[in-house]
Each structure stands twice: as structure tokens, then as C-alpha cells.
């Protein structure tokens, strides 16, 4: 059974850092592109960032040089460092995967989304 697990939400101020975990099981992780996705209340979610077995990542034009997307194949984990937080990054942040082709120009999700987690960006 496919499993997703995020963690790593707070709330912090304006210009704070967080890193968020996500710890995925049932399925092999290093045959799979791992992504991060946010959803704001009322918007759309959105992928924020991806990154391949390979390590070749996207990111979203919003999040370009505060985010960083990494993955520990030993731990099934992938992890998004935040830094330089805006009011604009509060979100419930999920995590998902799609088969590993090489690149990640492209992202389906193909797993069942998990509960995420929350971050609020607010003095």
C-alpha cells in the first residue's frame, strides 16, 4: 500500500526557514521522481517543486532560490527546505511521486494524496 507522509509544518514569521519531510512507503522510491506540492485555501494546488532519482530538480518561479528539494533514498524521504518565508508560501504542503523518466518537465502524481502539512508564513 502506497503511504505519504509530510511533516514538518509550523508557523513562523516573514523571512523564517522550515524543512519539510515527506516519508513514502510501498513502492520503490529510487525508481521514483519525488514532488512537492502546496495548496493555498481556496487556490489550486500546485507543484512547487520535483526532483528525479537522478537528481535533476524544477521548481516553481515563486519559490526559485529560496527553495531547496533534496531526497535520502536510504530514509524514503524527500525533503523542502524553506527559506526566506513569505505570507504568500502559507499553505497545506503535500508530497506525491510519478515513475522516474529522467526528468521531471513533466509531473503526474500517481499516488493517493496524504494529509500534508500546514504552513502559516505571519508575524
Known amino acids: 500500500q502506497v503511504q505519504l507522509v509530510e511533516s514538518g509544518g509550523d508557523l513562523v514569521q516573514p523571512g523564517g526557514s522550515l524543512r519539510l519531510s515527506c516519508t513514502a512507503s510501498?513502492?520503490?522510491?529510487?525508481?521514483?521522481?519525488m514532488g512537492w506540492y502546496r495548496q493555498a485555501p481556496g487556490q489550486q494546488r500546485e507543484l512547487v517543486a520535483a526532483?528525479?532519482?537522478?537528481?535533476?530538480?524544477r521548481y516553481a518561479d515563486s519559490v526559485k532560490g529560496r527553495f531547496t528539494i533534496s531526497r535520502d533514498n536510504a530514509k524514503n524521504t524527500v525533503y523542502l527546505q524553506m527559506n526566506s518565508l513569505k505570507p504568500d508560501d502559507t499553505a497545506v504542503y503535500f508530497c506525491?511521486?510519478?515513475?522516474?523518466?529522467?526528468?521531471?518537465?513533466?509531473?503526474?502524481?500517481?499516488?493517493?494524496w496524504g494529509q500534508g502539512t500546514q504552513v502559516t508564513v505571519s508575524s
Open positions: 510501498g513502492f520503490i522510491f529510487s525508481s521514483y521522481a
Open positions: 526532483i528525479t532519482n537522478g537528481g535533476s530538480t
Open positions: 506525491n511521486a510519478q515513475r522516474d523518466i529522467g526528468t521531471v518537465k513533466i509531473f503526474v502524481p500517481f499516488a493517493s
